[in-house]
């Protein structure tokens, strides 16, 4: 059941990006947490994610400009890998409190209050950045390569910070979602191997079959969205995500989920 639901929701999400404005792992990664440990939610996201940005990128490569993936991409991968280490620094933390709700113990735990926070940070600007147009000028590209990397390897939210730099990089708007697509599968990459290498109870094999699931789902419903995309922002689209998204991080946040 809970491999057919992240199917469902996995398609259903991946298809959405196309149109919201927000990214797969924004907001999958917070439906996997309702199933399994932070961890292994995170991890699972990552592969998901990463395996569906390779989809895409076999769909978008010949639009890719190779001069602003190598000024901001770069930079990116080197501060994914320190995000990502970050992120396991929280691993071994004690927990901050817990309390009882309704027969169910709840516990607050350092790296769950990270996430849950830039959750809420990263989807308020995933939200924000198609309303008020935020962006920066091309000459801090590598600065905001070194930003989105970080924030991609701590927490899988990347493609706030990614926009609104690259925005004003001159880039059609074919090379614009080709570039950040070759820019996130190579923040993907960084961020996995060092999860994986460093996280010893993330364990895939148990999780082989969900994880199908909720990749096919992804991939299926990244399909759907290149044959129907219109490049379109539905307002209350994203404004119904952005609340389902920040409701979903405060129960992370205070330790029901």
Same mark, same amino acid.
Request: glycine share 12%.
């Given at each position: 059941m809970i491999s057919l639901i992240l199917l469902i929701t996995a398609c259903a999400f991946s298809l959405l990006t196309f149109y919201s404005g927000f990214g797969l792992g924004t907001l999958l990664t917070p439906v996997m947490m309702l199933f399994f440990p932070f961890d292994t939610a995170i991890a699972l996201t990552g592969i998901v994610h990463l395996f569906n940005n390779l989809l895409k990128f076999v769909l978008v490569k010949k639009h890719i400009n190779w001069q602003v993936f190598i000024k901001?991409?770069?930079? +990116? @991968?080197?501060?994914? =890998?320190? $995000?990502?280490?970050?992120?396991?620094?929280?691993?071994?933390?004690?927990? *901050?409190?817990?309390?009882?709700?309704l027969g169910k113990s709840c516990k607050i735990e350092p790296m769950k209050l990270l996430i849950s926070f830039l959750l809420i940070i990263f989807t308020l600007m995933d939200f924000i950045t198609k309303l008020k147009n935020i962006a920066f000028d091309k000459?801090?590209?590598?600065?905001?390569? #070194?930003?989105?990397? =970080? !924030?991609? $390897?701590?927490?899988?939210?990347?493609?706030? &910070?990614?926009?609104?730099? &690259?925005? %004003? #990089?001159?880039l059609s708007k074919e090379a614009f979602v080709a570039t950040g697509v070759a820019i996130s599968t190579a923040v993907d990459m960084t961020r996995l191997s060092v999860y994986f290498n460093r996280l010893s109870n993330i364990n895939t094999q148990?999780? *082989? /079959?969900?994880? &199908? !699931?909720?990749?096919? $789902? +992804?991939?299926? $419903?990244?399909?759907i969205g290149n044959r129907l995309l %219109? %490049?379109?922002? /539905?307002?209350?689209?994203? &404004? @119904?995500?952005?609340? =389902?998204?920040?409701? @979903?991080? @405060?129960?992370l946040g205070i330790g029901i989920i």
């Open positions: 901001f991409g770069l930079p +990116a @991968i080197l501060f994914a =890998f320190i $995000g990502s280490f970050t992120l396991l620094l929280t691993v071994h933390l004690p927990t *901050l409190a817990s309390y009882q709700l000459k801090y590209l590598s600065l905001g390569g #070194a930003l989105s990397g =970080f !924030f991609g $390897g701590l927490s899988g939210n990347q493609g706030a &910070l990614r926009s609104v730099f &690259l925005i %004003k #990089a001159g148990s999780n *082989l /079959m969900t994880l &199908l !699931f909720a990749l096919s $789902g +992804a991939l299926l $419903g990244t399909w %219109k %490049k379109i922002t /539905m307002h209350n689209v994203q &404004l @119904i995500t952005t609340y =389902f998204l920040i409701f @979903i991080s @405060i129960l």
